[in-house]
Structures are given as structure tokens and as C-alpha cells.
């Protein structure tokens, strides 16, 4: 096979895509992606065996988290550009072996290239199945994986100036043991659960970075509709980027409408005195084919969640910045100071048409944790009373199969004395239904990012105390969510590591998960598949 990629939901023939992948990139791209993750495996053996403290290597530091979010599931398809991170990567490994001393043994630390065809074909023996026992593998990637989604969450709180080094110690020595086959079986699934810990910590960390700078989200309705005046598009999920496109569009006629994981950035008190901030443009992710399209302007991708452009003039109004690339689209890079340019991005939308309308109306958002604590008292009562019955936690991704249409239909089964709390771009499969409220209280409460999953982790950590729960398994809460990525991997791995068990998982369970491996996780923390949207509501309401 030309390569060898499961890492995430829509892997082909749910087993691994072989010769291109699902997502789009190439065999060149995913060989490339392989050497990096090799490369941070040989950096981190720098960092571990010679004892270096992490924050002597701030450079460093910032190198692994951003390497590893360039290789996320639909963030970089730009073989050039991943070719110079695994160059920079293997400069500072060599300058730590020369400023701390060589004691690093394995390969992963010591390799040369210098070309991209060297780099090629080095790639090819160190890649997803150079591990050849298909558990090790299992839980090799299934680690590799969180540390993606912790890296991702990481690298928001850095861009704000919040860092917690306990993080980067943790990658560090979890990726040098991920290249130690001395490492018994039995460490490899405690470091799924220490990863899950540190997962919460991530989430953590940028939960306090976000609120720390931009206040609490709020309850806030976002217009869906469009004016008519030219604008840009902004996807992804990084809020200092949006800070400054906004700074940098104030007066100047330019509209800017979030996109997919940008929608909770409307609601938070910060960007409400952005009046240039006019709202959210399309759905998740998958359906941009058709939206960018329609939208007219140039969009800007701060994060993952590309899909290959099938046109070449849609191609021509994408720009690209952080962990993100593809090739031919203009990227755009901070000065010393972290500040983008985004002028080349404002001039284009000028020359362009407004967006072209494809819905109205508003729908709500704004209901991470302190939101929900304001209204504690309110949900108690109703919970109390019988009013609400059941809380059903569906975050996560979207995705673009047909079997996606299962979280539509069970939102819409679901008994009327129930609310969904939501995150991710799983949401678009159910935030535009008209599905009422219970006493006032919207029966989708929306958190925001896949990120903010970790305010429901907290809201169900508060009413185990209101409610004096021995078991935070034993409140009224079930969880059925929906992958797609890496970050939604650590916020599985995450909640595992809280002691929240019986989670549902779908549209299909992880291929990275071995039949042996797999077998373990759903006998120790009862993880399943979902099956019917019936059979499911019957279950989880105790029918």
C-alpha cells in the first residue's frame, strides 16, 4: 500500500485509507505527517533523557504542539510547508542534543534528511504499521491521537499567553515512550487513561484562556441571515485570529461572518462590540463545497476543517494561517510580535459581491458552564420536579455520511421532558430544529466548540454535588456522541479519565481501536456503538 491512515471517523472501509485519503490529502502528504510525528518522537527522547526542563525551551515547547495540530485530520494538505516543519523540528532536536548533551539512542533522535525524497522514503518504514503487534499499534495511535487533540487545545491557549507546563512535560515523555518498545502493554493503557487526564487539563487551560480575555459566553442570538455588503468568512476555531481580523475590518465596509466551529465566538461579550461582526454563515464543516461557493468572499481557515476545493476560483479566495495549509492558497504568518496582516484577505472582499443569502433566522448559543450555573437553580427545580427528565450530552463532530443523519432523527425523537447539551460541530445536525423549552430553558444548550465539551464535564461535577450523588454515573445524564477527529479523541479520552462510563460513540467506533483493545475499553468503561435511534431512546430512558 502507498500509505496507511485511520485516524479518523470516515477512514476508508472503516479500516484505513491505503491510497489516498477520505479527507483528501495525498499519499505524499500523509508520508510526510508520518515523519513528523517521528520526528517529535526523536525531539522528546532529546528532552527526556537529558533531563531538560521544559520551560528553559519555550521554542521548543510551541514547535510540538503546533507539529502536532498540522497533522489533524483536514489542517495541512501542503507537502512544502510540512516539509519545512520537519526540518525546523530536526534543527531544534540537534541544537538541544548540542546544548545538552547526545544521550538520546533511538533512531527517531538521531536520522538525517534532507531532502523531500529522503524524507519520503524514510517515511515509509516508520510509519502507522511499522509497530507490528496490532495492539501495541492500537494503543500507540490511540494515544498518538489525544496528544493531537491536546495539542490542538493547547496551541489556543498559547496563541492567548497561557501555558501550563505540566502539558508539555507529559508530551514529551509520552511520545519518547510511544518509541520504546520496552514499554509493557499494561503502561500503554494506563498512558491512555494519563492522557485523558492531562486531555482535561488542556481543556482546562483554554477554557481559561478564552474567558480569561474574551469574558464568559452569554446567551446570545446569532443572526443566520446576510447583509449586503462584501465580506469574509472565518472558519476554524481560533479566537485571536478573529480578535484581529475583526481590529483590522473596523471601518472599512467588510462584514465578518463565523463559520462552523467559529459560530461561540459570537457569544462572547468580547466580540459583541464588533458591530463588523455580523453573524454566522453556513453549517458544519463538510457542506463548505457548496457554501464557499455561494458565500462570494474570501474565506480564512485558522484551524482545521479544510476540504479540498473542487474549483479553482473557490481555491483562489482561500487563506490559510496557523497549523493550516494548502497548496496555492496564500498563508499567512505572524510577525515577532504574533500579529497577522490581514490587508490581502480585506482588499479581496472589497472587489468581491456580498454573500449570497442561503438562510434566515437566528439560532441560540452561549450555554458553557458559567452560563448554565447562572441558571442552576432553574434546572435543579426542573429536575427536581420531573420537568426535565433526562440530559443528553451530544457533542462532538459532524461528518458527511449518510449514517450522520442518526443524531438529526434521535434529536428529534427524543422525549420533549429531555434537553441535549451540545458542543462541536455536532450540533448542526439539530441546532435550526424548532425543538421548544422546558420552563424557559432551551431544550439545545449549546457550549460552544468541541473544546467546551469540558463545561458539561463540569455541569455534571456540580450536579453530583447539588444532588449529593455517591456515583457521577448515577445523575440523569447519558452521553451519545459523535466523532470525526483527533480533538474529539482527547475529549473522549478525557472523560474516560473522570469516570464517566456507558458512553455512546458514533456513527462507527474508532478503526484504531484493535478487536482486543476494543474489547477492553467496552468491558472497563462500557463504550458502545450506537445502534437505532428507537432501540437507543429506549435504552438510555430505561424502557
Known amino acids: 500500500m502507498s500509505m496507511f491512515c485511520y485516524q479518523c471517523q470516515e477512514t476508508a472501509k472503516g479500516e484505513g485509507c491505503t491510497v489516498r485519503g477520505v479527507c483528501g490529502k495525498t499519499e505524499e502528504v500523509a508520508k510526510l505527517q508520518d515523519l513528523l510525528i517521528y520526528s517529535l518522537k526523536g525531539l522528546s527522547e532529546v528532552v527526556v533523557k537529558n533531563n531538560i526542563n521544559v520551560e528553559d525551551i519555550p521554542e521548543a515547547n510551541h514547535q510540538l504542539i503546533n507539529s502536532l495540530f498540522t497533522t489533524i485530520t483536514n489542517a495541512n494538505f501542503d507537502p512544502e510547508a510540512i516539509v519545512a516543519i520537519i526540518n525546523d523540528v530536526l534543527k531544534t532536536r540537534d541544537d538541544l542534543k548540542a546544548k545538552y548533551g547526545d544521550k538520546a ?9 534532507s531532502t523531500k525524497e529522503e524524507m519520503l522514503e524514510k517515511a515509509a518504514s516508520v510509519g502507522v504499521l511499522a509497530t507490528e503487534d496490532i495492539n501495541v499499534r492500537s494503543l ?5 491521537y489525544g496528544l493531537k487533540g491536546m495539542a490542538a487545545y493547547t496551541e489556543h491557549a498559547w496563541n492567548i499567553g497561557k501555558q501550563d507546563m505540566e502539558i508539555y512535560r507529559f508530551m514529551y515523555d509520552t511520545l519518547a515512550k510511544l518509541e520504546d518498545d520496552s514499554v509493557p502493554f499494561d503502561d500503554l493503557v494506563q498512558l491512555v487513561l494519563k492522557t485523558g487526564e492531562h486531555g482535561v487539563l488542556s481543556m482546562k487551560l483554554i477554557d481559561e ?19 449586503n455588503n462584501p465580506a469574509i468568512l472565518i472558519s476554524g476555531h481560533d479566537l485571536t485570529d478573529l480578535e484581529q481580523l475583526l481590529e483590522q475590518t473596523k471601518g472599512t465596509g467588510v462584514d465578518v461572518y463565523t463559520h462552523s466551529e467559529m459560530l461561540p465566538a459570537n457569544s462572547y461579550p468580547f466580540f459583541k462590540k464588533y458591530d463588523n461582526l455580523v453573524g454566522n454563515y453556513g453549517n458544519a464543516w463538510w457542506k463548505q463545497v457548496e457554501e464557499f461557493d455561494s458565500f462570494n468572499g474570501p474565506i480564512l481557515f485558522t484551524t482545521n476543517c479544510i476540504v479540498p476545493p473542487k474549483k479553482e476560483e473557490i481555491r483562489e479566495r482561500i487563506f490559510t494561517t ?4 494548502y497548496p496555492g492558497c496564500m498563508h499567512i504568518e505572524p510577525d515577532e510580535n504574533g500579529k497577522k496582516d490581514f490587508s490581502a484577505i480585506i482588499e479581496m472582499a472589497k472587489k468581491l459581491p456580498a454573500p449570497t443569502e442561503i438562510e434566515t433566522g437566528e ?8 452560563q448554565v450555573f447562572a441558571v442552576a437553580d432553574k434546572v435543579v427545580d426542573a429536575v427536581k420536579t420531573g420537568a426535565i427528565k433526562r440530559f443528553f450530552v451530544m457533542s462532538g463532530c459532524d461528518g458527511r455520511m449518510k449514517s450522520r443523519e442518526y443524531y438529526t432523527e434521535f434529536a428529534k425523537e427524543l422525549p420533549k421532558d429531555t434537553v441535549i447539551l451540545t458542543s462541536g460541530c455536532a450540533k448542526y445536525r439539530y441546532n435550526k430544529l424548532d425543538l421548544g423549552d422546558i420552563g424557559g430553558i432551551p431544550r439545545v444548550l449549546d457550549a460552544g466548540q468541541c473544546n467546551d465539551s469540558y463545561s458539561w464535564a463540569l455541569v455534571a461535577l456540580k450536579l453530583k454535588e447539588i444532588f449529593e450523588a455517591e456515583d457521577i454515573n448515577d445523575l440523569p445524564i447519558s452521553f451519545n456522541i459523535a466523532w470525526y477527529e483527533q480533538k474529539a479523541v482527547i475529549v473522549l479520552m478525557a472523560l474516560l479519565s473522570m469516570g464517566f462510563k456507558n458512553i ?9 481501536l484493535s478487536p482486543d483493545v476494543a474489547e477492553f475499553v467496552i468491558k472497563t468503561f462500557g463504550l458502545a456503538k450506537n445502534d437505532t435511534v428507537e432501540d437507543d431512546i429506549k435504552l438510555f430512558m430505561g424502557k
Do not use: C, Q, W
Open 140 to 144: 500507540r495511535e490511540f494515544i498518538t
Open 504 to 512: 455512546h460513540v458514533g456513527p462507527t467506533l474508532p478503526a484504531f
Open 322 to 325: 496557523g497549523a493550516t495549509g
Open 105 to 113: 539512542t533511538a533512531d527517531s533522535a538521531n536520522f538525517t534528511v
Open 363 to 370: 439560532i441560540i448559543g452561549g450555554f458553557a458552564h458559567d
Open 209 to 227: 484562556a478564552n474567558t480569561s480575555k474574551y469574558g464568559n459566553p452569554e446567551m446570545t442570538k446569532v443572526n443566520i441571515g446576510v447583509r
